[in-house]
């Protein structure tokens, strides 16, 4: 079986083809620049050279017509045919209260889709574009759409209620949701097979990477995430300051005289590791280089990017009455060791310590890093969300 995963954004369509008996990447590649000058395709097949056409990409359906051509061409392709694709998943940000798991796509889940525009207004668009352009490339195949918050919503109610009047509940749908939901699924079920921990294992999975977000699940059941309504809440990110003190856009406001969308766009692209550092980057090497030549806000940023992920798990640890398992995945939580053993200093009240020469020499690879005697087993798991959507996709069309 052959599974194609698409994620597309506003001006973009990402993809691989997914061969599921081996669970390999045949193919991968993207298309950028859609419908804005310079668009180009380029298509990457593990041993070969990468394939890069630079062609006008007027609209999502033409992108995925070159992607079609690119997989079953003589020279560059994977497969002799499409009908080798069996089915195609798709990343989709927000299902909103409706889905709580990935499903196949009708009309009924196109409208929801579109219902929750206003609450994912940079990615539902672009997410529904890609269904419907794979929909009219690929006539009577089936599309599987999986849902970026659906791993949250197994959240119970005193999680994902904002202390707020109740009628923004009932109104507007205004509640915590959790993002980056395929990440945490998949690692914290990887995890549970990995560490051998056992069905019941209580999991916290740390998602660092220029986004960043903190799980805690029950057998791979999600009891609280840290992203909220949308992706700003939780922990410091690479531009997004995180949870916050509402009033502080209110204060900002009024001494700038700039509107609350100026001050939730500083929040979200001008903050973070970025912003407490004095503008060096969203990336944590060049922060961390300038830490170590003497930079005081780079090292006032790192510091204040571990504790606050320190404090998340020591408030996880209660929610779950205890955790079986820390899990460190994504750019930063796969590769940037200082960072965990920054982190896990924290956690010497749970009993838990990490072997520094394995933390070390593990990187973008499944290890578990803590000491034989550490009460909680610490892990590297990279996470791989196009398998997960891939998965979900297969197992969703098998007898269809
Ligand atoms: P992601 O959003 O998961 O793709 O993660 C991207 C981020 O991971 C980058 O912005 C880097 O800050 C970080 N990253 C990647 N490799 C390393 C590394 N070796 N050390 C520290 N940070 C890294």
Do not use: W
Not at 199 to 205: E, P, Y
Request: hydrophobic share 40%.
């Amino acid at each position: 079986m052959k599974i194609l995963v698409i994620n597309a954004g506003s001006s973009s369509l990402k993809y691989q083809l997914i061969d599921m008996e081996t669970e390999a990447v045949l193919a991968k590649g993207a298309c950028e620049r859609i419908g804005i000058p310079g668009s180009k395709l380029t298509h990457k097949v593990s041993g070969k050279e990468d394939f890069v056409k630079e062609t006008p990409i007027p609209e999502h359906k033409v992108a995925v017509e070159l992607v079609m051509e690119a997989l079953i061409d003589a020279d560059h392709g994977v497969i002799k045919s499409t009908d080798e694709i069996d089915a195609v998943g798709h990343r989709v940000l927000h299902g909103g209260t409706v889905y709580c798991d990935s499903i196949v796509v009708n009309e009924d889940v196109k409208r929801i889709i579109r219902e929750y525009f206003d609450l994912g207004p940079l990615h539902n668009p672009a997410n529904l574009t890609g269904i419907e352009a794979c929909e009219a490339a690929m006539p009577g195949k089936a599309n599987v759409a999986v849902f970026d918050t659906a791993f949250g919503m197994a959240m119970p109610e005193k999680a994902y209620t904002y202390a707020i009047p109740h009628e923004y509940l009932e109104k507007y749908s205004i509640r915590r949701y959790g993002f980056h939901g395929t990440s945490h699924n998949f690692v914290s079920h990887e995890a549970i097979q990995f560490g051998a921990l056992g069905d019941n294992a209580k999991v916290i999975v740390c998602h660092l990477g220029n986004g960043a977000s903190i799980s805690a699940s029950i057998g791979g059941k999600c009891v609280d995430t840290s992203m909220g309504l949308t992706p700003l809440e939780g922990l410091i990110m690479g531009s997004r300051s995180g949870d916050i003190d509402p009033a502080v856009a209110q204060y900002i406001c009024n001494k700038e005289g700039k509107d609350i969308n100026e001050v939730l766009n500083i929040f979200n692209k001008q903050s973070g590791i970025l912003g407490m550092s004095g503008g060096i980057s969203t990336d944590f090497r060049d922060v961390q280089k300038a830490a170590d030549e003497g930079n005081h806000l780079a090292k006032v940023a790192l510091d204040a990017f571990a504790y606050r992920v320190a404090k998340y798990i020591g408030a996880y640890t209660a929610a779950m009455n205890g955790v079986d398992a820390i899990v460190f995945t994504a750019g930063v939580g796969e590769n940037d060791a200082r960072m965990r053993g920054q982190i896990m200093e924290y956690m010497g009240y749970l009993g838990a310590a990490i072997d520094e020469d394995i933390n070390k020499a593990s990187r973008g690879k499944e290890a578990v890093i803590s000491t034989a005697d550490s009460k909680v087993k610490v892990m590297v798991i990279p996470t791989n969300e196009e398998l997960m959507i891939a998965r979900d996709t297969a197992n969703l069309t098998a007898n269809l």
